[in-house]
């Protein structure tokens, strides 16, 4: 939108695995990435079951929780834990005690990378900074969270982390569909001379806004949405 402001002409399309673009129900990149997601979370079920342990993998978004939220649905995830969802750790050691006492060993965490707990929330940008800076060192969030509940549970913990993988690989069809779509849509702006815009999708149809409309805006997930309520519905712990 800068660049639009200085005068070039501008064309956006909606490329994120984060699907964090306001002002598009979807990007492409993100179902691909939800498909490697979900199947590290997949992969991590067997060793969870034959060994009877805590696995915590760890899901790209440090603002946002699509795809951890889709992921750790769609992967059969027991506990999902995002950014936009602050999470009591006493909340998330009860779900997986819940588990044990129902006869299930195993417990699979899904948590975005932004996870927070509702203490940290509460902090300032500074207090936080701060609170990091003089408590102990962990990699992320994720190796942060296993040594609390272990300490909590005395099960072990595994963290998988599957990084940057989620950010490549194979397109799924259904991405290569929609940026082919959404391609011919800019390709067809750019003929008519239709700059300073953002292709979008809106109930499955491609069409197009102002740029400025999304600049600098974040579409997150409502903590309220059906999505989460059904997922709640199923058993999933979001621990809040």
């Known amino acids: 939108n800068l660049l639009r402001e200085e005068g070039l002409n501008i064309v956006s399309l909606p490329k994120t695995i984060d699907n964090d673009l306001w002002g598009s129900e979807l990007t492409f990149g993100f179902h691909s990435a939800v498909d490697v997601a979900t199947n590290a979370i997949d992969c991590i079920h067997t060793t969870a079951a034959s060994h009877g342990r805590v696995f915590i993998v ?22 999902i834990l995002i950014p936009e969802i602050p999470y009591d750790i006493d909340v998330v050691v009860e779900a997986i005690k819940g588990r044990v006492r129902s006869g299930k060993n195993f417990t699979i965490l899904a948590v975005a990378e932004g996870a927070i707990s509702r203490e940290d929330a509460a902090l ?43 950010r490549g690989g194979t397109p799924v069809p259904y991405d290569r569909v929609l940026s ?27 069409t197009d ?23 709640k519905l199923i058993g999933i712990s979001f621990g809040d």
Request: proline share 4%.
């Open 58 to 79: 760890e899901i790209m978004g440090h603002k946002v929780g699509w795809l951890t939220l889709y992921a750790g649905i769609a992967g059969g995830a027991d506990i």
């Open 180 to 206: 082919t779509r959404i391609g011919a849509h800019a390709a067809d702006m750019i003929k008519n001379n239709e700059f300073g815009k953002l292709v979008v999708v809106k109930n499955n149809v491609i």
């Open 124 to 166: 300032t940008k500074k207090e936080l900074k701060e609170k990091k800076k003089n408590g102990p060192a962990y990699p992320s969030v994720a190796y942060a969270l296993g040594a609390q509940i272990q300490e909590k549970t005395g099960q072990e913990i595994r963290v998988t982390v599957p990084g940057h993988m989620q």
């Open 209 to 231: 806004i102002p740029l400025a409309e999304s600049a600098g805006k974040l579409k997150y997930v409502d903590p309220q949405s059906d999505i989460v309520k059904e997922a």
